[in-house]
């Protein structure tokens, strides 16, 4: 049976909170980087960050192929517990393939403390009825965060029905919707609205090219004769690996808005600026290739990573790439943290 969250952990899930995707340090060798993934954790925890998601896609996939996936997700736990202090938090662990390599997966998670599954249906060619059994079989065992991931990423379209079946699973207390994708998008918030456990699945945004929209829209979905409201409360996201205390800024100031009738118009502004900061980490023009190594170059350039290098040696920058990450530090600099990194990570890196 799973292990139901603490009521402070279910308050935070549901008020929403940052959860980055935290990445994989390596070494020059491709090796992990024991001292930097450290560093990388108490970053998050120090930058107030409410969770951290290990084990997905930020992290790379291609750690359990590689003998990572249990070290790494134990340091990230340790180190959290070691800094946090008592508050409330959530480690979330990615959870993948078939469903007894899920199982497995998750079983480890639970060992090692973390507190909900993030379930990627990446690479399952299954219909829809068997991923919605394997989204139940992997729940009972861990309080289960659904992903809708990008089909650029190796993710796919689900339809509505899908999402409809899912919500209604029992240990599902969250979604993240990650299609990039407004329709899609929509998909998930109608159908979570129009499941008997609305009130019990938090909406997260992994849209990382719609952050800020996501984050503000109370979407109004009419369910027989009644209208429900329902919000993304938080996100977790690869794009709040990087520059997290800018990003825990934000959500403050998103979820001080709640219940008024009007948004600054600065603030959709800002939304625009977001989206032109993520275009350049997660290299939009060549279709996210450079996506993870955009997110270690911005660690690279605050000193929390020594390079850029991926599991994979043809996965790095794309042409062009660490120019436009130039190029969006000095056009947003008031959506970087470089200043409080650079006040902290000495202590980090110890």
């Given at each position: 049976m799973a292990r139901p969250l603490s009521p402070d952990q279910l308050r935070l899930l549901h008020d929403g909170t940052v959860i980055p995707a935290h990445p994989l340090a390596l070494d020059a060798e491709r090796r992990l980087d024991?001292?930097?993934?450290?560093?990388?954790?108490?970053?998050?925890v120090a930058a107030g960050a409410g969770g951290v998601a290990v084990g997905v896609h930020t992290t790379q996939f291609e750690i359990r192929q590689v003998g990572l996936l249990e070290p790494v997700l134990r340091l990230a736990s340790e180190t959290a517990d070691e800094a946090l202090n008592g508050r409330p938090f959530l480690k979330v662990a990615g959870v993948l393939g078939p469903t007894e390599q899920a199982l497995r997966e998750v079983d480890l998670a639970v060992s090692l403390g973390y507190d909900l599954g993030l379930l990627s249906l990446r690479g399952l060619d299954w219909d829809e009825e068997r991923l919605v059994t394997h989204a139940r079989a992997v729940a009972e065992r861990m309080p289960l965060v659904g992903f809708y991931l990008q089909p650029a990423v190796g993710g796919r379209r689900l339809s509505h029905d899908f999402w409809r079946a899912f919500a209604d699973i029992e240990g599902v207390v969250a979604i993240k919707i990650a299609p990039f994708d407004r329709y899609a998008t929509l998909d998930v918030v109608r159908a979570v609205c129009a499941s008997e456990r609305r009130d019990d699945v938090a909406l997260y945004t992994g849209n990382d090219d719609a952050i800020v929209v996501d984050l503000l829209t109370p979407f109004r979905v009419r369910v027989g004769e009644r209208v429900v409201e329902k919000r993304i409360v938080g996100g977790l996201l690869g794009q709040w690996a990087v520059?997290?205390?800018?990003?825990?800024?934000?959500?403050?100031?998103v979820?001080?808005?709640?219940?008024?009738?009007?948004?600054?118009?600065?603030?959709?502004?800002?939304?625009?600026?977001?989206?032109?900061a993520n275009a350049a980490v997660f290299d939009a023009a060549n279709r996210f290739h450079g996506v993870i190594a955009g997110v270690h170059e911005v660690l690279r350039l605050q000193g929390l990573l020594e390079g850029t290098w991926c599991l994979d040696p043809a996965e790095g920058l794309s042409p062009g790439q660490a120019e436009e990450i130039a190029r969006v530090r000095a056009e947003h600099p008031d959506l970087v943290d470089d200043a409080f990194v650079a006040a902290n990570r000495d202590a980090w890196l110890a």
């Open positions: 024991e001292r930097r993934q450290r560093a990388l954790t108490r970053y998050y520059w997290t205390r800018a990003a825990v800024e934000l959500l403050d100031e979820r001080a808005l709640r219940g008024r009738d009007q948004v600054p118009v600065e603030l959709l502004t800002r939304a625009a600026r977001w989206t032109d």
